[in-house]
């Protein structure tokens, strides 16, 4: 599985909350700190995307 965040950020910081094993926050954009999700992390990765209110997060398996 792997994330991105994509120009609809607007650096709310939720998924760097729930997750900060896999998000930080960029100058303009929360920003992926892995580039593959370990199985462990998948879950949280999820819920940060069904969380973010602009739709931000991308996923694809």
Excluded at 27 to 39: G, M, N, Q, T
Aim: glycine share 4%; net charge negative; charged share 30%.
């Amino acid at each position: 599985m792997e994330a991105c965040v994509n120009e609809d950020c607007i650096l709310c910081g939720i998924c760097a909350d729930m997750c900060p094993q896999l998000f930080s926050l960029g100058d303009e954009f929360a920003e992926v700190i892995v580039k593959e999700i370990p199985s462990e992390h998948q879950e949280c990765c999820r819920e940060a995307a069904d969380s973010c209110p602009t739709e931000a997060i991308e996923i694809s398996d």
